[in-house]
């Protein structure tokens, strides 16, 4: 025995019209592109299809780290650099008496150098300095860093197509659907995933422009089970985020 699945063409689009006098009569779908808004990232330069590789003319320039020289300094790299940075103190003096042997203010006693003070590394007076000539190539490893640069590209479609993603379109109505799709005629025991249910609709704006709105799914009343013979009328579900192509 088979059972009849109707989709009642006058039926769905009059629901679709109800829907529109109780929530908001424009719907906001994401245009050009047949996504949601959810799914496309907004075009702000750089690689598109229009511009698929980096070019000289676009500025672009990736960022490399740098990698540090390995060369190893030797004795040959530095030079011993002596230069005294003692300063004398009262301990480096000795004192010896006046001339006529009596010390005052006016006639202090005598003061001679006895400073032991010997440059040497640990005082600081003797420092290395490098001097090294060694100059960067391929066995020392070093590598410059590179900053990097952004692409300047600038695509005119992808930005006008980026404009267009939060467009709101007004549906005015959809096409009919062939008269096949209308009217289904299954054996009992044909599953739903079995039921030729367009996943797209066609419709025309309140501009009278074309365009197709997909990721429709579809509820029956009542039910559908496919183990029980009857009558199924099937209307259409717009997604809330659904894409529309134009």
Same mark, same amino acid.
């Given at each position: 025995? $088979? ?22 009569? %424009?719907?906001? =779908?994401? #245009?050009?592109?047949? @996504? ?11 690689? &598109?299809?229009?511009? +698929? ?6 500025? /672009?320039? @990736?960022?490399? $780290?740098? %990698? ?14 002596? $230069?005294?940075?003692? @300063?004398?103190?009262?301990? &480096? /003096?000795?004192?010896?008496? !006046? !001339? ?13 150098? #006895? ?39 600038? &695509? ?17 109505? =959809? #096409?009919?659907?062939?008269? @096949? ?21 066609? =419709?025309?704006? #309140?501009?009278? $422009? !074309? ?12 039910? =559908? ?13 717009? +997604? ?7």
């Amino acid at each position: 025995m $088979k059972h009849r699945t109707r989709k009642m063409v006058q039926r769905w689009l009059a629901l679709v019209l109800c829907l529109c006098m109780i929530v908001p009569s %424009s719907v906001t =779908f994401a #245009s050009g592109a047949g @996504k949601s808004a959810e799914d496309t990232s907004t075009y702000t330069g750089g690689i &598109c299809e229009h511009h +698929p590789e980096h070019t000289e003319a676009c500025g /672009y320039m @990736k960022a490399t $780290k740098g %990698s540090p020289c390995q060369h190893e300094h030797t004795a040959d790299c530095y030079e011993w650099i002596t $230069k005294c940075v003692h @300063k004398h103190t009262d301990a &480096c /003096y000795t004192e010896n008496g !006046a !001339a006529d042997n009596t010390v005052s203010p006016s006639n202090p006693p005598e003061r001679n150098l #006895s400073c032991d003070h010997e440059c040497s590394i640990e005082s600081g007076c003797i420092t290395k300095k490098n001097i090294c000539q060694h100059q960067h190539d391929d066995t020392c490893g070093y590598a410059e860093a590179v900053k990097g640069h952004p692409c300047t590209f600038s &695509c005119e479609i992808c930005s006008v197509a980026a404009n267009q993603l939060s467009e709101t379109i007004e549906i005015q109505e =959809f #096409s009919a659907l062939p008269d @096949k799709v209308q009217m289904q005629s299954v054996p009992v025991g044909t599953e739903r995933k079995e039921l030729n249910l367009p996943s797209t609709l066609d =419709f025309t704006d #309140s501009t009278r $422009k !074309a365009g197709t709105v997909s990721g429709i799914t579809w509820q029956s009343e009542p039910e =559908f089970d496919g183990t029980l013979a009857g009558e199924y009328i099937f209307t259409p579900v717009i +997604p809330g985020g659904g894409g529309i192509l134009l």
